[in-house]
């Protein structure tokens, strides 16, 4: 005969009896849950095609020149003024002068004239067709839309190819100019001017310059 409180002990009494605790054995597996919303699935990338994925970028090709927005309707860039702006381009040669090159570049494009179009519009939608080699590479590498004033681009331009080393140079030459021998009155003017329109921020007043000029005179002279 088999009695309640018997029945009882025999189960307490079997560690390993199927009928354990059910909940005991619950409590061990919710340790670490499973939960499908802590897993990230990328689902843009699943629904791209093969010919998607292989395609090229198109960001990054921004410019550093940014064009104000120009109101004139059928504004175009005619074809003899990109020509003009290639037939006299800065290489960055030794004897090519920044200074120069941007008297050059404002002479042309001051004779453009185009209804409602800013002429510094125009100047910076022209200004890289007149670089050629390193100083093309210069821009292009420039932060994009970093440039948005003709004068942002030619100070950039000037402080780039013009720097601080070369005006203390050209000061000098200025300062210890000298006439050479058997050269004239008139050639001596004239190098000493070359000399000051190769360095327009000597920083010289007029008195200085003239003063400079005299003492560099032969005594014939």
């Keep these: 005969m088999r009695t309640r409180s018997s029945s009882n002990l025999v189960g307490e009494s079997s560690p390993n009896s199927t009928t354990s ?6 409590c061990r597996r919710s340790k670490q849950p499973f939960s499908l919303e802590e897993v990230p699935v990328n689902t843009m990338a699943d629904q791209r095609t093969m010919a998607k994925l292989l395609r090229a970028p198109t960001e990054g ?27 006299d381009q800065f290489f960055r040669l030794e004897k090519d002068n920044p200074h120069d090159h941007i ?3 404002n002479k042309i494009t001051s004779t453009i004239k185009y209804k409602d179009v800013p002429n510094s519009a125009i100047k910076l939608m ?3 067709f ?17 440039i948005l004033t003709w004068e942002d681009l030619v100070s950039k331009f000037i402080n780039e190819f013009f720097p601080p080393s070369r005006t203390t140079n050209l000061r000098n030459k200025i300062s ?27 920083g010289f007043t007029e008195l200085h310059q003239l003063d400079t000029f005299y003492n560099a005179l032969n005594p014939t002279d």
């Design 126 to 128: 022209l200004f890289p």
């Design 103 to 105: 008297r050059w570049f």
């Design 61 to 87: 090709y921004a410019k550093a020149i940014v064009v104000p927005l120009i109101l004139a309707e059928h504004f175009e860039l005619k074809h003899c003024l990109i020509n003009m702006m290639t037939s």
């Design 176 to 202: 210890n100019f000298e006439q050479h021998f058997g050269e004239s009155f008139h050639e001596a003017w004239d190098s000493y001017k070359d000399l000051l329109r190769a360095c327009p921020r000597h």
């Design 21 to 26: 605790n059910p909940r005991r054995r619950n």
């Design 130 to 146: 007149s670089l050629a080699g390193a100083t093309r590479r210069w821009l292009e590498k420039e932060p994009p839309r970093s």
